[in-house]
């Protein structure tokens, strides 16, 4: 059997293909808040991401000849550094690529970049686990009052983190229950739970990004990458992912870099990511190197107590912790 043929272009398109659905936790982050071309000749490659100000009505009565009070608009900066360089290398000898390989993609790219997908997983998830929730921002799922005969009803605790969102006015759409793998199997035994798996077609794009389906207003994701007994409810800008495709050095035989936005069109909140692969040969030990390689940074975005003074203490309103108290 002929070995694949490579192409740069027919490797970018199947790299990020593949990246699109290894991702699962990155989906529910905000990705495309920053423009990777802002990263260039950035102090220290960071990026201050402005965050929209929140503007509040006024009232006056008619007829009663009150002047319009005008109110300015107050934004306020998060600052996203790229300080990982998230990659895999493969080594390909001579003998491999001529008598071992036959499917490029399935026997080599794959691999790579499950393993990039993994790591910018691993980030995204470790970001949400190391974050500073308030007193306010955290629920005890063993409280008395979320225990139903003897054991947590997640959908009472799940309906408690969507109140403690509205009441930091955070957006109702585009939430995330990101859950352990013990509280998956707590949430699927619920008879208020509605599994994307019963409810027809659309139920199919929801599965392949790893959404098992909502409870209480919220998607649920589960993951084996934070602890048992642990949650997080979440609105998707309240983490923010970047990831940058270096540039293909002008001394590699062939390779490219691509968003996942220019290979699969509108995917969603994963337009900002971008990766590179690139090829070259080591004559010296008569092999091929495949590289898979992005620049990724990390960010919470935290919320001035006074929303109309970006100067006040700041603190994570759009995401709650859930423990189960242990």
């Known amino acids: 059997m002929a070995n694949t043929f490579l192409k740069p272009t027919v490797i970018a398109r199947t790299a990020v293909g593949l990246l699109y659905r290894e991702l699962v936790v990155a989906r529910t982050v905000w990705t495309d808040a920053i423009n990777p ?25 008619l007829r009663a000849g009150t002047p319009i009070v005008n109110d300015t608009s107050v934004e306020f900066g998060v600052p996203v550094t790229l300080d990982t360089d ?26 790579q970049i499950r393993a990039v997908a993994e790591g910018l997983e691993e980030m995204i998830v470790d970001e949400i686990q190391d974050a500073t929730y308030p007193a306010g921002m955290t629920i005890n799922a063993d409280a008395t009052d979320l225990v139903v005969s003897g054991s947590s009803d997640w959908y009472l605790i799940a309906a408690r983190a969507n109140r403690l969102l509205n009441d930091q006015h955070v957006p109702k759409g585009q939430r995330t229950l990101l859950v352990s793998s013990s509280v998956e199997e707590d949430i699927i035994t619920s008879d208020r739970f509605t599994r994307f798996d019963s409810v027809g077609q659309r139920a199919a794009d929801a599965l392949s990004e790893g959404t098992i389906g909502r409870i209480a207003g919220f998607n649920v994701v589960p993951t084996s990458e934070i602890e048992d007994g642990q949650a997080f409810a979440y609105h998707r800008t309240a983490f923010v992912l970047a990831a940058r495709a270096p540039k293909v050095p002008q001394g590699v035989s ?6 996942l936005n220019e290979a699969q069109g509108d995917v969603g909140y994963v337009g900002g990511i971008g990766v590179r692969w690139i090829m070259d040969y080591d004559y010296t030990n008569t092999t091929d190197r495949s590289l898979v390689n992005t620049w990724a940074g990390t960010a919470t975005v935290v919320d001035p107590d006074a929303p109309a003074n970006p100067a006040s203490t700041k603190s994570l309103k759009r995401a709650v912790k859930i423990t189960n108290g242990s």
């Open 37 to 61: 071309g802002e990263f260039v000749g950035a102090l220290n490659d960071t990026v201050t991401m402005r965050v929209p100000a929140r503007r509040t009505a006024r009232k006056r009565t």
């Open 86 to 111: 998230i990659y895999n290398g493969a080594p390909i000898t001579d003998e491999e690529f001529t008598l071992d390989i036959t499917d490029f993609g399935g026997q080599i790219l794959m691999p």
């Open 254 to 259: 062939m390779g490219t870099t691509r968003g």
